[in-house]
């Protein structure tokens, strides 16, 4: 038997497609399974995208297209980020790709060799340190602490960066914190990239996603010299409800697309053509259904945060974007009778029918990641369950 290659040896298999698959399992076999796993918006496509794909294929848009994307495309993610973010990048700077996790994936095969560091906050989005590891990289977790709502001071990113420091990953809004840096917090961080003349990797998926005063700001508009210095990874997958269409865009340093670019050519061909034109329509075309779902994910934050809030044991800061809860639960375990969240997180699973992913598959091993990314029927059924188990399981551990 062929030996596996040294470098896939070591993965970690996605901790949210593993529990999303195992709730799947469960529902099939007829079993009421809530699950509160999937990272994805649960409204379908808008019509307009829809019918846009649609009529590209009877036009006979189904052959190859360039590798770094369709031209008109990127035209259309040019005057997205002029209208969203106030910055110009040429066609030359833009890539589009097979969502934002392999444009990723794509960038650090591109900019990493053998022993360099990519710092990446903790709690983070489970494929970043994966996909570091992938490309020989290594990553540096940096821990962003409760207290600080899950971002890091730039006293923490001057600590840790080292003479083999190659970029820092910045995900704001944050999965799976749901946390957003503020303009004066980037500012500050940008102070120490700079001086450090080390790249920043904006991961802006969640920019649409949006709740109470909370803005979004790209590093990349702070100055001109930090445009520069950043590479912004971003997609319709979140903001128009096309995970499946695989779509996303990275924008920078035009050395860096042109390398990304020629390792598309040779990994993937090109993007999927009707999802190009999908994507096309996406960004320019209405957007009123992007703000409908926004709109309908802040009501369900509103209506479940206090519940969440309410549960003994839980304590959970509330998001600013995106639509995840992250509440630190180690308490509720302790007091339960599991040794460790991940139990805790297995039990929720099999005796309460409710699918969460356990916080260990994002470097924060106390939490656990709630997705309210379902209806609100849903939601307050699995946030009821959840309380009933620890009220019912408190009650025994109390008695022993």
């Not at 829809?50 to 994307?69: D, F, N, R």
């Not at 996603?209 to 702070?222: C, D, F, P, R, T």
């Not at 009123?288 to 206090?306: C, G, H, N, Y």
Request: glycine share 6%.
């Amino acid at each position: 038997m062929v030996s596996l290659a040294k470098r896939v040896q070591t993965l970690t298999p996605s901790t949210t497609l593993a529990i999303t698959a195992k709730a799947k399992e469960l529902k099939e076999q007829g079993i009421d399974v809530i699950g509160l796993g999937a990272g994805e918006p649960d409204f379908n496509t808008p019509e307009n995208i829809l019918e846009a794909a649609t009529k590209s294929m009877y036009e006979g848009h189904t052959k190859y297209t360039p590798a770094g994307g369709l031209p008109a495309l990127k035209k259309a993610i040019q005057d997205k980020l002029k209208r969203d973010q106030h910055l110009s990048y040429s066609p030359k700077e833009i890539i589009v790709g097979i969502g934002a996790k392999h444009l990723l994936y794509t960038l650090f095969q591109v900019i990493l060799d053998e022993g360099d560091e990519v710092i990446i906050p903790t709690p983070y989005w489970v494929s970043y340190p994966e996909q570091v590891k992938l490309a020989q990289g290594l990553p540096v977790f940096l821990e962003a602490k409760e207290e600080n709502q899950y971002k890091i001071t730039p006293s923490q990113l001057e600590a840790a960066i080292t003479e083999k420091s190659k970029a820092l990953i910045l995900n704001s809004p944050s999965n799976p914190t749901g946390m957003v840096y503020t303009k004066d917090e980037l500012h500050a961080l940008a102070l120490i990239c700079e001086k450090h003349n080390l790249l920043i990797i904006s991961d802006e998926i969640y920019e649409k996603l949006l709740y109470g005063n909370a803005q979004h700001v790209s590093i990349a508009q702070l100055s001109d010299s930090l445009k520069k210095l950043t590479i912004i990874i971003n997609g319709v997958s979140k903001s128009h409800s096309m995970t499946g269409w695989r779509i996303g865009f990275a924008a920078g340093d035009e050395s860096i697309i042109s390398a990304m670019t020629d390792l598309a050519s040779h990994s993937t061909s090109n993007p999927v053509t009707t999802s190009q034109y999908a994507a096309m329509e996406a960004y320019n075309g209405p957007q009123d259904d992007v703000e409908v779902m926004r709109k309908a994910f802040e009501e369900r934050l509103s209506v479940i945060f206090p519940k969440v809030e309410a549960i003994p044991g839980f304590r959970v800061l509330k998001p600013q974007g995106a639509f995840y809860l992250l509440p630190n639960v180690s308490e509720a375990a302790k007091r339960t009778g599991y040794e460790t969240v991940d139990a805790f997180a297995e039990a929720l699973l099999t005796e309460a029918k409710v699918a969460v992913i356990p916080g260990s598959g994002f470097g924060a091993p106390a939490t656990i990641r709630l997705s309210y990314a379902t209806s609100l029927e849903l939601l307050e059924e699995a946030v009821k369950r959840i309380h009933e188990f620890v009220e019912s399981k408190w009650d025994t551990a109390d008695r022993i």
